[in-house]
């Protein structure tokens, strides 16, 4: 063979391992992105649990802490039935949109805080009767 020929057949072998070495590298790309997607959905899922878990928490501080309010005295100042009821606690404002609302009947004093969207969060009540 004429070395022309040689390095002819030289190039079109180094091409054929050049588009094999790239098949090889898109189907490893493929399942490695089969194997992530799961991953990355379940993360989401997680990062949306542990949000619904925060604000949870937070609307029970903020409760428990206007019902302590509540019960020490300042329910006096309401009349009987239900009233919105304007929270004074600074962090209201990292929850999602919702209302407090306070139902008072006599003695017993009802407090909830209710999400307008669920979102994971239901309500969150606490309910006192003051002496």
């Known amino acids: 063979m004429k070395t ?3 390095a002819k057949y030289g190039r079109h ?3 054929r391992e050049a588009g ?3 098949t090889d590298l898109m189907v490893g790309l493929a399942i490695f992105s089969l194997a992530i ?3 990355s959905l379940s993360f989401a ?3 949306q649990l542990v949000r619904a878990h925060y ?3 937070l609307a029970l501080g903020i409760v428990d802490g206007e019902m302590e309010i509540l019960a020490a005295g300042e329910w006096r100042a309401f009349a009987d039935g239900q ?3 304007a929270v004074h606690a600074p962090a209201a404002t990292n929850l999602p949109p919702g209302t407090f609302q306070l ?3 006599g003695r017993q004093l009802r407090l909830e805080w209710k999400p307008d969207e669920r979102k994971g969060v239901g309500a969150v009540v606490r309910e006192v009767r003051v002496k």
């Open 103 to 105: 139902t008072k009947s």
């Open 13 to 15: 072998d180094r091409r």
């Open 55 to 57: 604000w949870r928490g």
């Open 4 to 6: 022309s020929q040689r």
């Open 37 to 39: 997607l799961p991953l």
């Open 45 to 47: 899922k997680e990062m």
């Open 83 to 85: 009233i919105a009821y």
């Open 20 to 22: 094999a070495l790239m």
